[in-house]
């Protein structure tokens, strides 16, 4: 996973990005979110979830096999979230 790769999809979908050590803090519309550094290519992508409603605490949202597929993920969330508020 590349920092140049997670500049490009917050850019694509109007996000932002913090590293944080271990993770990338994503701010999505929404939510924080966090991506997980890999250590080897073939590992999985790791997401955790900062809800800021009725949870207000951190957990595992999933594993993906690319960068592509977490901002996807993260943008159609936000959406959903957004359209149950409406």
């Known amino acids: 996973m590349e920092q140049h790769q997670i500049i490009k999809l ?3 979908y109007g996000f932002s ?9 994503i701010k999505s ?4 979110w966090y991506i997980k550094k ?11 979830h900062d809800s800021t409603g009725w949870q207000n605490k951190t957990h595992l949202q999933g594993y993906f096999s690319s960068l592509d597929k977490v901002f996807r993920y993260i943008y159609k969330h936000d959406w959903r979230e957004l359209k149950n508020v409406l």
């Open 29 to 32: 519309g929404r939510d924080e």
């Open 10 to 12: 917050c850019r694509k």
């Open 38 to 48: 890999k250590k080897h290519p073939k590992q999985k992508i790791e997401l955790k």
């Open 17 to 25: 990005y913090v590293d944080v050590g271990l993770y990338y803090r």
